[in-house]
């Protein structure tokens, strides 16, 4: 028997006429928030920055392919780890079939990381994956758009991420169970991964000069993750209370 509210075809009806009226609010809710995300003022690139790509060295403009609109996934991938983020990578599982799209709709998707190029390639070659993805070595780009943080910073206590700062050192007894944590999944320790951040950001060129449009980051990334809006939808829901996901092929079944 479950322990979940059951009720009567046309009991299931009336609740879900009423659902209906939220979720349609909600939509209506989210094109206007979308509209205010349109109307963000844009702010001109002046930096020179510079990337390593499939097809070499790269100006930021170089990243547009000739499109107008680049999107850019700050996907966790720093120099030190041995894999990338099994989060951005559950997040980048879309990527390939959107990317094809957006490209034929003057928008370009393109991950950026700090690793080096090889390893970026070689992950992409495990994981099967084909959208654009530049490397950031070297570059302060991770950095300008809050997507990497100094030492400074982390031993301060006053990391900058999602418009704010805050303190990612970890809290007194749990710095062996972090570490090994992520030793597990991207093979470095607790600081130096979460010296690294997700996010995305937008960018616009025009006349031959580029604009940053806007930046998400931490739960504004959830839009992008396909599997929970998915979950959202199921009987149970999100239904989590531990790091449950894995890159694709590192689960036992598929």
């Not at 690139?45 to 609109?69: C, M, N």
């Not at 991770?142 to 400074?152: P, R, S, Y």
């Not at 130096?192 to 031959?208: K, N, V």
């Amino acid at each position: 028997m479950t322990s979940h509210n059951t009720g009567t075809r046309e009991e299931w009806l009336a609740a879900r006429l009423e659902l209906l009226e939220a979720e349609k609010e909600l939509t209506r809710r989210s094109d206007e928030v979308a509209r205010q995300r349109r109307e963000l003022p844009w702010v001109r690139v002046d930096k020179d920055y510079r990337f390593e790509t499939d097809g070499g060295t790269a100006s930021l403009a170089g990243l547009f392919q000739g499109r107008s609109q680049l999107l850019v996934y700050h996907f966790m991938f720093g120099p030190d780890y041995t894999a990338g983020c099994p989060s951005c990578s559950a997040i980048a599982d879309g990527f390939n079939g959107s990317a094809v799209h957006l490209a034929n709709h003057d928008v370009t998707l393109c991950a950026v990381s700090r690793a080096p190029l090889e390893k970026i390639q070689a992950y992409r070659r495990r994981m099967g994956w084909s959208f654009p993805w530049a490397s950031a070595y070297g570059s302060d780009f991770n950095f300008d758009f809050g997507v990497a943080h100094t030492k400074e910073e982390w031993e301060a206590g006053t990391v900058a991420y999602n418009f704010g700062e805050a303190d990612m050192r970890p809290a007194a007894g749990q710095e062996d169970a972090l570490d090994a944590f992520t030793q597990s999944i991207v093979g470095t320790d607790w600081q130096t991964y979460r010296r690294e951040g997700p996010g995305m950001s937008a960018f616009a060129l025009q006349d031959g000069t580029m604009y940053h449009a806007y930046s998400t980051y931490a739960r504004g990334l959830d839009g992008l993750w396909g599997m929970y809006q998915w979950l959202d939808r199921a009987p149970l829901g999100r239904n989590e209370n531990s790091f449950w996901w894995r890159r694709h092929d590192e689960y036992d079944s598929q």
